[in-house]
């Protein structure tokens, strides 16, 4: 029965039919197991809703550890901004690989390094420190332009303060600054609003709590010190004097600063292409400060959380070429692939198709007559390969013809 071709013509089309459409093998179950499968989708439901109660558990519990890591970023703040001078104790630091290193090299080091500071004016702190933690990182580098660099020059801390138990789960974003000749703000706050339950239409896209909008904070400029807005000069033509002047317009100006003023979702809940695309870069980057770069700060000043990343990169990249199951050709562009294969195409015909046969069956020598028409077919089929890359071609040599 499974060799008839009409039988098997209709199972693929029937599967065919379930790969389509995702539902139509749930329809097509017996009543009485799709009643059990509703009972199983309930049951998720319910999972879900008991991950929501752990992921605010563990809100409970960032709130909780916020407290105990006060002390040490208060300790971080003075550091960086020379109110406070770590001691000898405090300053010291062995790094793995430095066990390998002799006695007297790190003697010889310790010497120069002492010649060094003795040359130079001994600086405060550890200057610009978060602005180079931000142009460290490319995630955070990309907003950061050339003219807020002389801002974030002023920029001393920034801290993350959690919602409290009663109400919604939230986190906003503090970005402390000294007294500075751009704006008189000296903190500027975004707050993140997140969703940590199931939502009610789609209870199954649950994967623990998301960003869902977040709200900046005004920035009081000072006179001609906004650096998100530029100036340029336009000239207007008068349409009947034909009088020509020139006007002055204010227009938007990239900017880091942008950050504090997200685009702000209409009533409707409809964005505009851009402006989703803006508010999921700005979910991403508040995610990134608040998880990785406010507990590990000084990490990605020295670079080893980036060198850390990146090593988890290429660890993964490397599980993929050991996997016994892993496929190389999978990885590669389809349009790649498709001009590999009609090369390899042409390279068959090349090969194995005997072209004199193919334009002269029957005659076993080519006279010098005969030579063009060869080197016009070679042409004509290869062309045709290469301008008609969707047609699929197989090549029956034994018949020496090409079939489409």
């Not at 009972?39 to 109660?53: D, G, I, P, S, Y």
Request: a negative charge; one cysteine or more; glycine letters at 4%.
């Amino acid at each position: 029965m499974m060799q008839n071709p009409q039988i098997l013509a209709a199972l693929q089309e029937r599967l065919d039919g379930l790969v389509e459409t995702p539902t139509g093998f749930i329809e097509s179950l017996p009543g009485v197991v799709k009643r059990r499968v509703n009972a199983l989708r309930n049951l998720q439901v319910k999972c879900a809703q008991t991950e929501a109660k752990f992921y605010e558990e563990v809100h409970d519990l960032e709130r909780k550890y916020a407290v105990l890591y006060q002390p040490r970023f208060v300790k971080r703040f003075e550091i960086i901004n020379a109110i406070y001078e770590p001691t000898e104790e405090e300053c010291e630091w062995i790094p793995d690989e430095e066990d390998e290193i002799s006695e007297e090299l790190k003697e010889k080091d310790k010497i120069e390094d002492e010649k060094k500071d003795e040359e130079k004016e001994d600086p405060k702190g550890i200057p610009e420190f978060w602005l180079t933690v931000f142009k460290n990182v490319d995630l955070l580098s990309d907003v950061v332009q050339e003219h807020d660099e002389l801002i974030l020059m002023h920029w001393k801390d920034i801290k993350v303060k959690f919602s409290d138990a009663s109400q919604p789960v939230s986190f906003v974003l503090e970005f402390h600054f000294e007294p500075n000749e751009y704006f008189t703000n000296n903190v500027l706050a975004k707050t993140y609003r997140m969703r940590s339950e199931p939502d009610d239409s789609d209870p199954f896209s649950f994967d623990g709590p998301e960003i869902m909008d977040c709200t900046g904070c005004q920035i009081d400029w000072k006179k001609g010190k906004n650096v998100t807005l530029k100036t340029i000069k336009k000239q207007q033509k008068h349409e009947g004097r034909g009088a020509v002047r020139t006007v002055t317009k204010a227009v938007s100006n990239d900017s880091f600063f942008h950050f504090f003023a997200p685009p702000e979702a209409p009533e409707s809940g409809d964005l505009d292409d851009d402006s989703e695309a803006i508010l999921a870069a700005d979910f991403e980057i508040g995610h990134f400060l608040h998880e990785r770069i406010i507990p590990r700060s000084v990490l990605y000043f020295t670079g080893e959380a980036i060198a850390d990343d990146d090593d988890d990169y290429d660890e993964e990249e490397g599980d993929e070429e050991n996997d016994p199951d892993y496929d190389p050709k999978k990885d590669q562009n389809p349009a790649e692939c498709k001009q590999q294969a009609v090369r390899q195409d042409v390279c068959g015909l090349e090969d194995n198709l005997h072209w004199s046969t193919f334009c002269f069956p029957g005659k076993d020598e080519l006279t010098s007559f005969d030579r063009p028409i060869q080197v016009f077919c070679c042409l004509f089929v290869c062309s045709f390969l290469f301008l008609q890359p969707k047609i699929k071609m197989s090549y029956n040599f034994s018949s020496q013809k090409i079939m489409s």
